[in-house]
């Protein structure tokens, strides 16, 4: 069977991550990294190909993808998989002596950052590094002189320079040549690079600030500017990287699981460097709930398995038995072993990567072809049709406090979603919060549309909320004489978990109760849940529209002092905006839950 890229894609994040390529045996083909794995996957199923890509991609069996916090931890861990694993399609690795350095010589009054590839024993400067990849080096350097202005002519050159380069006129040089910086001046941009280099950037931070704040007292206007562009660059640039910053050994284990599908993703992490991901797919005969089946398997992974014990076992969810499983290992490894799921700063980002990482490989798991063509046809059974259903449509209304209500409707066929005919409808002239009212003008305007001929008709309209709101879909068709489309209601149970719905055929006088396992149900389920994700994606978006005029002076807890701060980490209001959460948070002052309260206020 050969590789469906075209289903393949719908499911791969556009985050930055690294892929591998695997033949119809399960060997590696090749390993690639990406700043955005959608992206850069897709470039090797459309356009124009040499030869020797085009017979790589026609050996594809299958691609496992590993998503990472940012294309730096994507290069450090591409290059680890290489080396390990040696696939045909890749470059040959140099030896580790050959990786590239950052120099910066101590013999020249206006010294450049130079790429080299080996240190030399004569201690005429400092090497920084070794990177990864040149390219490593190269994008580096390029990021340095666009920031800090550093020269990156050869010595001759500069020896000879009667007036600017064009490297000045772009504004990537102070041109020292020609004498236009201070040797002091100079010296102060070039050690504020190297600090940066050395992850210290922090430091750079807060000097830069201090040197903005003193040039606008002293109506420096222009040069305040310069410095305020710089450290608005560099706070772009100083994404939290636990790769080689934190240390720490430790094994992740994230569980994942969605109706009918379940993952755990076990992610390795050796001297606070990130190794790779590994996804299973264990049976959950006994129906297991997520902590005590997460439990069991993390006792299989290593007990009796022989494999090497970390210092850290940090789980997704909470052991019901995490001291007598910290107890087995240690006494099974000879050392201490700690086991804990709630973590903090880089360990709890570690945490969230595994967890994005089996979520990403359930989604791809989930869009299995075979496994949607079953579920059609089990539902097919169970509601007696005649024949196998070929377009069902979802609705569900999401809203805060009745604030910014909106419809969703999502679409799914045999292929699965089909995104491209997913609809959004803005809910006005309804009271607050009344769902049934606004489910009746999302429906009226869909099947009003439908009638004019606009868009396709679907075999089922399912509908979430259960009997109140299938009443109005069924008072809805009745008004516009709808008669060949199938009703189908979702209501939750009674502990509202997974596994428990009613679903309502046609009238709320006819129910239907499907097993936990059924695939039917669990199409119900997934569409329900795309219905769901759907609408309250819709709301947030439509909710920060209205509140995008935000600023600090209108955010409880934020005063003079903490807008004062705010403004002299980031560099100005633009700055704050462009902020994470956790970026917001390392302001002083800033607590966490003040972070995440001003991050919301400024983006909904």
């Not at 420096?220 to 640039?237: P, S, T, V, W």
Request: aromatic share 6%; hydrophobic share 35%; charged share 25%.
């Amino acid at each position: 069977m050969s590789f469906d890229a075209k289903r393949f894609l719908k499911t791969v994040s556009a985050a930055p991550g690294v892929y591998r390529m695997l033949d119809e045996q399960g060997e590696t083909l090749y390993i690639g990294k990406a700043k955005r794995l959608k992206a850069r996957l897709a470039s090797y199923f459309r356009g124009a190909l040499n030869a020797k890509t085009q017979a790589l991609v026609g050996r594809i069996a299958a691609i496992e993808v590993t998503v990472t916090r940012s294309e730096t931890e994507a290069l450090l861990m591409e290059q680890t998989l290489i080396k390990e694993l040696r696939p045909p399609y890749n470059i040959l690795l140099r030896d580790d002596k050959s990786y590239p350095f950052v120099f910066v010589s101590d013999r020249h009054p206006y010294p450049a950052l130079e790429y080299k590839r080996a240190r030399s024993r004569r201690g005429d400067g400092r090497y920084l590094g070794p990177y990864p990849s040149s390219s490593a080096v190269r994008e580096s350097l390029s990021l340095m002189q666009k920031i800090f202005r550093i020269r990156n002519c050869e010595d001759s050159v500069f020896a000879n320079r009667t007036r600017p380069c064009l490297q000045y006129q772009i504004q990537r040089c102070s041109a020292p040549c020609v004498g236009y910086i201070s040797e002091e001046d100079y010296r102060r941009d070039l050690e504020h690079a190297v600090m940066c280099l050395e992850g210290k950037s922090e430091e750079v931070t807060a000097q830069l600030t201090q040197q903005m704040e003193t040039a606008s007292q002293a109506l420096e206007f222009e040069e305040a500017a310069r410095l305020r562009d710089q450290i608005q660059q560099l706070r772009r640039l100083q994404e939290r990287q636990f790769v080689d910053t934190e240390g720490g050994d430790a094994d992740l284990f994230a569980l994942a699981e969605r109706p009918g599908a379940l993952c755990i993703s076990v992610v390795t992490v050796r001297q606070g460097r990130m190794l790779g991901a590994r996804h299973h797919s264990p049976e959950n005969g006994l129906d297991l709930g997520p902590e005590e089946l997460l439990g069991e398997f993390v006792s299989q992974f290593y007990l009796g398995q022989g494999r090497e014990l970390p210092q850290e076992v940090l789980t997704s969810h909470p052991l019901p038995d995490a001291a007598l499983l910290e107890d087995a290992l240690s006494e099974h490894a000879g050392k201490r072993i700690r086991v804990a799921h709630q973590v903090r700063g880089y360990r709890a980002q570690w945490l969230q990567l595994a967890r994005t990482n089996a979520e990403q490989y359930l989604a791809t798991q989930l869009d299995n072809q075979t496994q949607l063509s079953r579920r059609f046809e089990a539902l097919r059974d169970a509601l007696a049709l005649d024949i196998t259903p070929e377009r069902l449509e979802c609705f569900d209304i999401s809203h805060s406090h009745g604030e910014a209500t909106v419809a969703s409707c999502v679409v799914f066929d045999q292929q699965g979603p089909i995104k491209s005919d997913y609809r959004r409808f803005n809910i006005e002239g309804v009271a607050a919060g009344d769902d049934y009212a606004a489910m009746r003008q999302a429906l009226t305007r869909r099947f009003k549309r439908l009638a004019s001929g606009e868009g396709k008709r679907p075999d089922i309209l399912l509908v979430d909320g259960g009997k109140g709101q299938l009443n109005m879909a069924r008072e809805v068709f009745n008004e516009l004489g709808v008669s060949d489309v199938n009703l189908l209601g979702v209501a939750k149970g009674t502990t509202r978990k997974p596994g428990l719905e009613t679903l309502f055929v046609e009238t709320v006088d006819r129910t239907l109760n499907l097993d936990n396992s059924s695939p039917a149900l669990h199409l119900v389920q997934h569409i329900r849940d795309e219905a769901h994700r759907f609408a309250i994606a819709g709301h947030r978006a439509r909710r920060d529209k209205q509140r995008r005029t935000s600023t600090l002076q209108d955010i409880p807890g934020v005063g003079p002092k903490r807008r004062r701060e705010l403004l002299r980490f980031f560099g100005g209001l633009q700055g704050v905006r462009q902020a994470t959460r956790e970026e917001l948070a390392r302001v002083p002052g800033i607590s966490a839950s003040l972070a995440t309260t001003i991050h919301q206020a400024l983006h909904g």
